[in-house]
């Protein structure tokens, strides 16, 4: 089941890691754009995404 994200679903379609260039996953807990292959969280600020590697933060798998 997909997250609803706070974007409009066309833009979110368009959306991939500037890093990578790979898919974006919503996470609705931490309000960002998670790009599994990068390991980064992209925030999403006033319904903006900031598609800035330099703004993302680094994750670790919590499974």
Known sequence: ???KTPLHPKLFEMLV??????PLTYDAKTKEL????A???YPIRDGVP???VDEARPFKDEK
């Not at 890691?17 to 790979?22: D, Q, R, S, W």
């Not at 998670?34 to 292959?37: A, E, T």
């Open 39 to 41: 390991r980064l969280a």
């Open 1 to 3: 089941m997909k997250k």
């Open 17 to 22: 890691c500037p890093l990578t260039k790979g």
């Open 34 to 37: 998670i790009s599994l292959h």
């Open 50 to 52: 900031i598609m800035l």
